[in-house]
């Protein structure tokens, strides 16, 4: 069964930091682009960042470019997004969710963890 | 940048009727357009990709239809358990990024 399981949300000052982890199993982590998608309360869906396969290519939203950074380590089956210069409009649900592939978008999706910026 | 632009934003039906949603995108998108739906306190799910490909375990009263710019998704008779929020999404190759539509909030009438 495929599953990605996010954690590593909480409070955290304004300016602050903060490492989300995503961990998949199920599927041949290896093998597929994965991606950050973010929902802040209330509101809709936000992509946020997605890394291929091999980390040869990352993208970022115009929000969070320069200020958060996509990584994983295939060798772990981890996903993750380092959240640095952290803003009160930062809070919000964040998924991780699979690529399924070329004309699959995101087919699984953790069931998110919170991110809350607040003074 | 593609922007996805959802109608009606609320859609209030009743179980057994026909529901349809549209999202209409403000450059062709071809066919690469996909449906999701997400509960209260859920994660979203895929229902459709590449326009009219149900997702696994979909079941077939969830159409997806159209190319280019204008796109329908069909719940041909409401369940109980379809009353949610439904979003569109493309994937464009330059800027490459995600754009998700607003979302129309299906509730029972």
């Known amino acids: 069964e495929v599953q990605v399981v996010e954690s590593g949300g909480g409070l955290v000052k304004p300016g602050g930091s903060l490492r989300l982890s995503c961990a998949a199993s199920g599927f041949s982590f290896s093998s597929y682009s994965m991606n950050w998608v973010r929902q802040a309360p209330g509101k809709g869906l936000e992509w946020v960042s997605s890394?291929?396969?091999?980390?040869?290519?990352?993208d970022y939203a115009d929000s969070v470019k320069g200020r958060f950074t996509i990584s994983r380590d295939n060798a772990k089956n981890s996903l993750f997004l380092q959240m640095n210069s952290l803003r009160v409009e930062d809070t919000a649900v964040y998924y991780c969710?699979?690529?399924?592939?070329?004309?699959?978008?995101?087919?699984?999706w953790g069931q998110g963890t919170l991110v809350t910026v607040s003074s | 940048e593609v922007v996805l632009t959802q109608s009606p934003a609320t859609l209030s039906l009743s179980p057994g009727e026909r529901a349809t949603l549209s999202c209409r995108a403000s450059q062709s998108v071809r066919s690469y357009l996909a449906w999701y739906q997400q509960k209260p306190g859920q994660a979203p799910r895929l229902l459709i990709y590449d326009a009219s490909n149900r997702a696994t375990g979909i079941p077939a009263r969830f159409s997806g239809s159209g190319s280019g710019t204008d796109f329908t998704l069909t719940i041909s008779s409401l369940e109980p358990e379809d009353f949610a929020v439904y979003y569109c999404q493309q994937r464009s190759n330059w800027p490459p990024m995600y754009t998700f539509g607003q979302g129309t909030k299906l509730e029972i009438k």
């Open positions: 969710a699979r690529e399924g592939g070329v004309i699959i978008p995101l087919d699984y």
């Open positions: 890394i291929s396969s091999g980390s040869h290519y990352v």
